[in-house]
Structures are given as structure tokens and as C-alpha cells.
């Protein structure tokens, strides 16, 4: 028997920050910065911080999945599969997914993690539409969350003000029409690897006395190298995918960009030539949130989108990691 191909559409968003705000204000009175070095620089006045003892990155992704689930008036046990990117989850093993998957309820399904950093939604969101569109999955939920304060020191200015926690999650449908994930370009490059990354608590170099010294269990980036690498391939991969499906300017409704730095971001926009009113921003409230940007940056804009609307979403990360997809928003609110 042939299947009847499907694209895969996404069918609801929900997204999910702590309540605590970290403002650029009390970054001050803890390193040597500033607001308006960390406003002009990256776009960033305040971001959210999961607060208290022996809470992972699997709250976050269980609040998105229960708030999904409600909105779309799901039952947990309908859910086949659960991907979750992150760079943080809970323990190394077993994988976040698996532990949002009891959490919530969701006894039928199966789960694994995805690590690729900030580009890990757009590579969860490509793997989740595999398994929609080969007709073996129905309810495929994709989750990028981080809890980036997890691995950030607060003693240092040039990563902290960067980065903040949050995350949100999709449920993933076969299309009854032609909306939904139309293609997507993913790439790496491990050569970069080094120069963003968490240094220690893998097998390469497992927690000792020493690398607790040497601080590297907190994250590792050589700033101004990242940045050069980002802007460059996030703008060529925007423009590839449109090329790719002759896409012109005017037929994207909306730029959903990782939200790391917005001149990173001012740069794909250009390249791609879409205005400001097309480029979707929330880095200012949340700050870079890694595999959580893309999700609630979709959560926070969702109700601009209309069905059929074009959307390119893009990041870049570490690893390095790089990618775009391009999808036809598939319902209107
Ligand atoms: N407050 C004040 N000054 C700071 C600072 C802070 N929080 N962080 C760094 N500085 C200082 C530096 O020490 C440096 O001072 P010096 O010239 O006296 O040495 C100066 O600011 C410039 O530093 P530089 O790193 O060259 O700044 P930049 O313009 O490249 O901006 C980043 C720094 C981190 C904002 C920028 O490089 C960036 O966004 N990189 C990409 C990060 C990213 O997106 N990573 C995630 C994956 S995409």
C-alpha cells in the first residue's frame, strides 16, 4: 500500500519563561557593564532565570508541553514521539525528553534529546517532520528549551549578559492541505567546535577538583569569532533557502531569527532583504535562550501569523551548527 504523503504542520505553540527577571540593571551590580554596552551591542535589556534548587531544564519543557497540550486540547497519551534540543538538560542520561515524557503523561511515546545548541530547534523541528511525513508518526511534539544560568558565570560580564532560560514547544500534525514544513537546509562545521562550548563534564574531560578551578564547567565562546562566523552563515543560509524555492522578498511574511545578538540578526534581514516590520524580536525581554529562542519567539508573535503565511526560521550555534527552514504557517488563530 503507498501512503498518502504528508507535509508536516505545525499545530500549536506554547512557550515557557521563569518568572524571575535578570535586568541589565542588576547585571551592573554584579560584573563590570553596563546597560547601554549590553543594549547597543546586543539588543538585550532583561532575561528570565529558573531560580532555586533541583530544577532543570525538564520544568521548562514540561510547562510548554502542558500549556501545548491544553491549547490544542491534546491527550498526553496521543503523543508518539517527544524531541527536545537543548544543551542543558537535566543529566547527561537519561535523556530530558524521556523525563518531560513521565512528567506530563505521555505513556505512549518515546523521546530523545537533540544537541546543536542554538540551532537545535530548527534540527528538532526537521528531524520531528521525518517521522510525520513517512506516515508512521501522528502527534510528534518538538521542545527547544535551555537553562542557560545553569552553565553561565555570573562572575565574568562577557557571557552573562548574554544569556537567559526559557522554551517553548510544537506539536507537529500531518497537513490536510499544502501548509506546513516545506523544506530546510541544515549544516555543521565541527572545526568551530572549539571555540564555543562547554570545555568540561563530558567523557573528554570528566569534573575534577581541577576543572572546577579552571571554571569550565561554565561556558566557553571566543565572542567576537562567534560573531563573525554567525553573521555570515545565518545570512548565506537565509538566502539559500530562498533561492532554493524562488523565494522573492515580498513572499516571506515573517523573518524568525535565533535571537543571540540583533546585529546578527539586522544583518540576515538585510541580506534577505525584508524589513524590520517582517523581523520577528523578542531578544530584548528574553536574551539568547540557545534551543529556546526560535519556539518562543513563534509562542510570543503567534498571533500575526495567518494561514499560508511564509515563514524562514534561522540560527546559527555552536558546534558550529547553522540552519534554516522554510514553512507555511498552517492555521489562523
Ligand atoms: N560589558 C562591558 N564590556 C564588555 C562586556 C560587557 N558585558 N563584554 C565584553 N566587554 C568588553 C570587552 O572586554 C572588550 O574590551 P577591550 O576592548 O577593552 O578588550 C570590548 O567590550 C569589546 O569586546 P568584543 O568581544 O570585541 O565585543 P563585541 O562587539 O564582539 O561584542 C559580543 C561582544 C559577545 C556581544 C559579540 O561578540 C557577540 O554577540 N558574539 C556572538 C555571541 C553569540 O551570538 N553566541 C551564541 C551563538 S550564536
Known amino acids: 500500500m503507498i501512503l498518502k504523503k504528508h507535509k508536516a ?74 524531541i527536545c534540543a537543548t544543551v542543558t538538560p537535566d543529566m547527561l542520561f537519561p535523556s530530558t525528553s524521556n523525563l518531560i515524557a513521565d512528567k506530563i503523561g505521555a505513556t505512549n511515546s518515546y523521546g530523545f534529546d537533540i544537541s546543536a545548541a542554538c540551532s537545535g530547534f530548527i534540527y528538532a523541528l ?106 555570515t552563515n545565518m545570512a548565506d543560509i537565509s538566502e539559500e533557502i530562498m533561492n532554493k524555492n524562488k523565494l522573492k522578498s515580498d513572499d516571506i511574511s515573517y523573518l524568525v531569527p535565533h535571537q543571540a545578538n540583533k546585529r546578527i540578526i539586522d544583518a540576515t534581514a538585510k541580506r534577505m532583504g525584508v524589513g524590520p516590520e517582517k523581523v520577528l524580536l523578542n531578544i530584548e525581554k528574553y536574551g539568547n535562550t540557545t534551543a529556546g529562542t526560535i519556539p518562543l519567539c513563534l509562542w510570543d508573535f503567534e498571533n500575526k501569523f495567518k494561514k499560508g503565511d511564509n515563514l524562514i526560521l534561522a540560527a546559527f550555534g555552536g558546534g558550529f551548527t547553522w540552519g534554516s527552514l522554510y514553512l507555511k504557517w498552517s492555521y489562523n488563530n
Open 126 to 231: 526537521a528531524t520531528g517532520s521525518q517521522f510525520i511525513e513517512a506516515g508512521t508518526h501522528n502527534k510528534v511534539i518538538v521542545i527547544g528549551a535551555d537553562k542557560m544560568s545553569s552553565i553561565i558565570d555570573y562572575e565574568e560580564r562577557k557571557n552573562c549578559v548574554l544569556f537567559g532560560d526559557g522554551g517553548g514547544a510544537v506539536l507537529l500534525e500531518p497537513s490536510e492541505d499544502e501548509t506546513g514544513i516545506q523544506d530546510y537546509l541544515l549544516k555543521s562545521d565541527g572545526s568551530g567546535g572549539d571555540m564555543l562550548c562547554l570545555k568540561a563534564g563530558g567523557s573528554l574531560r570528566p569534573a575534577s577538583t581541577e576543572t572546577i578551578k579552571n571554571k569550565e564547567h561554565y561556558i566557553y565562546q571566543e565572542g567576537s569569532s562567534v560573531f563573525k562566523f554567525a553573521v
Open 9 to 82: 504542520s505545525i499545530t500549536g505553540v506554547h512557550g515557557y519563561v521563569p518568572d524571575y527577571i535578570l535586568t541589565n540593571k542588576e547585571l551592573e551590580t554584579l560584573v563590570d557593564t553596563s546597560d547601554e554596552w549590553i543594549v547597543t551591542r546586543t539588543g538585550i535589556k532583561e532575561r528570565r532565570i529558573l531560580k532555586g534548587d533541583m530544577k532543570g531544564t525538564s520544568i521548562l519543557g514540561v510547562e510548554c508541553v502542558k500549556g501545548l497540550l491544553e491549547k490544542t486540547n491534546t491527550d498526553p497519551k496521543e503523543i508518539d514521539l517527544i
